[in-house]
């Protein structure tokens, strides 16, 4: 199973990034997916997850109105649309799949990708 996070990068505050999940070696529509992420010197925290069949998706108070998740079935990939960036946003962000609906516990999901930097400039 891997789980393949692109699309990171540097951004000035109020800026947009587009962070990509594709998977591989599991049935992807199966799985509920997640994005998390984590800060230097801070623990992991949930971001935002997604059903199944993209029909329910759930966010941290901290994201909602600002970032956007999606999946797409047909490529085993899921999205991030990350909107009006701040700097406390900075962090490597990690997708993750998990067989339980609408979870934000980091040991509910059992794939992770590799983690992708995103860094956001005042």
């Known amino acids: 199973v891997q789980l393949q996070a692109s699309g990171g990068g540097l951004v000035q505050a109020g800026g947009s990034l587009r962070l990509a999940c594709a998977a591989s070696g599991l049935a992807f529509s199966s799985y509920n997916m997640g994005w998390f992420r984590q800060a230097p010197g801070k623990e992991r925290e949930f971001v935002a997850s997604i059903s199944r069949s993209g029909g329910t998706t759930s966010y941290a108070d901290s994201v909602k109105g600002r970032f956007t998740v999606s999946r797409d079935n047909a490529k085993d990939t899921i999205y991030l649309q990350m909107n009006s960036l701040k700097p406390e946003d900075t962090a490597v962000y990690y997708c993750?799949?998990?067989?339980?609906?609408?979870?934000?516990?980091?040991?509910?999901?059992?794939?992770w990708g590799q983690g992708t930097q995103v860094t956001v400039s005042s």
């Open positions: 993750a799949a998990s067989w339980l609906f609408e979870t934000r516990e980091s040991p509910s999901y059992k794939y």
